[in-house]
């Protein structure tokens, strides 16, 4: 008890608590004084804690505005894919590594260096000489970025109880539709004129700043568990991980679906899985405790949070292309074009984080959720080659109100359904599971494009549409000036139908978001006041274990 007394940030020494008061029950003078600091305190260490969650979804975006320069000047052109799937790669094998790392040795100090770990990595791609070292130095990069995002909603679930969480839910979706939607545009502006080492240098100054405000300002118990870590279990998932990020990656592009080299990483992918999961059931200190998903609404949120990873960076990845291909809009302002999703999404995040607040209910919105972006989905695969900008921008509208309601309550519920000695591990599980959910969105969505692309450039095109999409299926925009009149045309309906392919497989899998939702149990979200559990009580009784970080 006396370490989660230190954990208050910056707060004054709380009176006494008079013998007639309920234990459960702060005093009015308590009250007040934490009415009054808990707003500047908690705004400040979530002001540190949004530019690390920005630092983590800005960098793909920008970097990949630059690669055309960075290409120009180190060459490797055929080792450019990995220079993101490096990246890719260590940031979901470590992503549940650092959670674990937080739950037993503090998050404080694993968040810490997580972010320098990454700024580390920053400061050498900036350095690179050539693609090898780009390479190397992005993956190191990706390590440290495992831990920002699992670090920051950690934090926020150690300092905020889940139902006052919703207060702040606008911020996190705000940052998340501001890095979408800046990243391109960020991106291209740094390298036309600081030139694309400033791509990864812009990260220093920012990294320094969360560092900063976080060793000065965060406070929370220093944890020290007598248990080893589990170095086979870490091993085995980061394997398992790794192999399934690379069959999505490399599935259906690098390599045939059906070749050896991805039938291998099948193989090896499922038999590290497997052993992980045998070898959890003997970890004196798992990496992933399997009994968190004993809990129903923890498993639920996990499979919810896969599905909406899988649907949105699918929508992100198809419909600035269907816009820049069907209706001529320009690549510049690629991140504009995403502005009805993402502007839906972030006030439907707001609605639903205050009503969550007030409430203290939450059920409907993973229901409305399911609805809204089913229907959103749908509506998207009837885009054809006529449909005006402000329709497709209403359909986008849709499916941004839908996300909205399930990105931050997901983590949400999730966070509620364990104790507080499992919160790093059950915000990194969530997170890892959305991760891996935009990989395979993007694969198989991806494949189903790409074939469907290639199959009506033959039918309209014959040997000539064959030929322009045999090295891929998607054309940027000096490529597509450059075709033939009716080439041209053919690809606008090529694209329109791969599309529709894509978005109405989309609709059909975000059906799944909504039969988990009617399973969800509507557990009262814990409070500020509530009392601690005692040691081995349910966490889905609504009271909150031992441990809660008062604020």
């Known amino acids: 008890m006396a370490d989660t007394a230190k954990a208050v940030i910056a707060t004054e020494k709380q009176p006494e608590r008079q013998p007639d008061q309920q234990p459960d029950q702060p005093s009015d003078q308590q009250a007040e004084q934490q009415a009054e600091h808990k707003p500047r305190s908690v705004r400040v260490v979530l002001f540190a804690l949004m530019i690390a969650m920005m630092l983590a979804m800005l960098d793909n975006m920008i970097v990949g505005t630059a690669m055309p320069t960075i290409v120009g000047e180190l060459g490797g052109l ?26 037993m040795y503090g998050r404080k100090g694993a968040f810490m260096t997580s972010i320098v770990i990454f700024l580390i990595g920053s400061a050498l791609s900036g350095m690179a000489q050539d693609m090898g070292q780009l390479i190397g130095f992005r993956a190191i990069q990706g390590l440290g970025a495992g831990g920002l995002m699992v670090g920051v909603m950690a934090i926020i679930g150690d300092l905020i ?131 968190i998903f004993r809990n129903r609404n923890f498993t639920l949120m996990s499979i919810i949070g896969f599905i909406t990873g899988f649907v949105m960076f699918g929508a992100v ?61 749908y509506l998207l695969a009837q885009m054809d080659t006529d449909t005006s900008r402000l329709t497709s921008g209403l359909y986008m509208a849709v499916l941004g109100l839908g996300m909205g309601c399930l990105m931050q309550v997901t983590m949400l519920v999730a966070q509620n359904s364990v104790e507080m000695k499992d919160m790093g591990v059950a915000s990194s599980s969530t997170t890892l599971f959305r991760t891996l959910g935009s990989s395979f969105g993007v694969a198989i969505m991806g494949a189903l494009f790409n074939n469907r692309v290639q199959d009506v450039m033959s039918e309209r095109a014959g ?53 988990a939702a009617v399973f969800v149990k509507e557990v009262p979200l814990r409070g500020a006041g509530s009392a601690a559990a005692e040691p081995g009580e349910d966490p889905a009784s609504g009271s909150p274990s031992k441990g809660t970080v008062a604020v």
């Open 317 to 377: 990845l198809f419909l600035p292309l269907y816009q820049q291909s069907v209706q001529g809009a320009s690549a510049t302002n690629s991140g504009l074009l995403l502005l009805p999703m993402l502007g839906a999404m972030l006030v439907t995040s707001m609605v639903a984080g205050r009503v969550t607040t007030d409430s203290g209910r939450y059920k409907v919105f993973p229901l409305a959720g399911g609805v809204l972006m089913t229907v959103g989905l």
């Open 78 to 103: 055929e080792h450019l894919s990995w220079v993101v799937t490096g990246y890719t790669l260590a940031t979901a094998a470590s992503t549940p590594i650092w959670g674990k790392l937080g739950d």
């Open 463 to 515: 040997a000539l549409g064959s030929k322009i999409t045999e090295q891929s299926a998607q054309l940027d925009a000096a490529s597509l000036a450059k075709l033939p009149a009716e080439a041209r045309e053919a690809y606008q309906h090529a694209v329109s139908s791969g599309t529709h392919s894509a978005f109405l497989l989309g609709a059909v899998v975000a059906v799944a978001v909504l039969v």
């Open 161 to 291: 109880p889940p139902r006052e969480r919703g207060k702040y839910q606008g911020m996190m979706a705000g940052v998340m539709a501001l890095a979408m939607i800046g990243g391109p545009l960020v991106g291209g502006t740094i390298t036309d004129n600081w030139g694309w080492r400033w791509s990864f240098y812009i990260n220093l100054p920012l990294g320094v700043v969360a560092l900063l405000a976080v060793s000065a300002v965060l406070h929370l118990p220093k944890k020290r568990v007598q248990a080893k870590i589990d170095y086979l279990g870490a091993g085995l998932l980061a394997l398992g991980i790794s192999a399934i990020v690379l069959v999505t990656t490399w599935g259906g592009s690098e390599y045939a679906w059906g070749s050896a080299r991805i039938m291998e990483l099948i193989g090896i992918g499922v038999a590290a899985l497997v052993g992980f999961v045998f070898v959890q059931t003997k970890a004196a200190a798992p990496i992933m405790p399997l009994h």
